[in-house]
């Protein structure tokens, strides 16, 4: 299920993506512009999602210039600066793999884990990628 949050937005992954979107321009113009965009880049995207796509919204839940941003359940995967459209693709497209690494740019973090095995998890993604680039 797969539940997506926009910024704030959640993405749950196994059968369900429910997305929750912040609507309040008033607090932070990021966040009231970026999350409805994020929304609709993921109403476009729901039939590449490899399982079912449900769109809620939200009240805030902190990190302004990180709108717009997600979480992924179960796995607590937070993502932000989703905002365009092809890295909201991104984004599906990683949670479609089990790779929310993929996007190391954009990952933010994963609920459970201390800031020490964030930033290992991260560190250990970036040094492959460089391996991969150097490589080719």
């Known amino acids: ?40 880049w993921l109403k476009n995207s729901a039939s590449d999602a490899n399982k079912p796509l449900n769109l809620w919204t939200s009240s805030h839940y902190g990190g302004h210039r990180y709108a717009a941003a997600c979480i992924v359940y179960p796995s607590g995967d937070w993502f932000g600066l989703l905002n365009e459209e ?33 930033h290992q998890a991260v560190k250990e993604r970036v040094e492959a990628h460089e391996e991969v680039v150097e490589n080719a």
């Open 1 to 40: 299920m797969l539940i997506i949050v926009v910024l704030a937005l959640i993405v749950y992954l196994q059968f369900l993506i429910w997305n929750l979107k912040l609507p309040r321009a008033h607090r932070d113009e990021r966040c009231g512009c970026k999350g409805p965009e994020l929304l609709e």
């Open 86 to 118: 092809d890295k909201a693709i991104g984004m599906i497209d990683a949670m479609n793999d089990e790779d929310p690494l993929r996007l190391f740019e954009l990952w933010r973090g994963r609920m459970g884990l201390t800031a020490p095995e964030m």
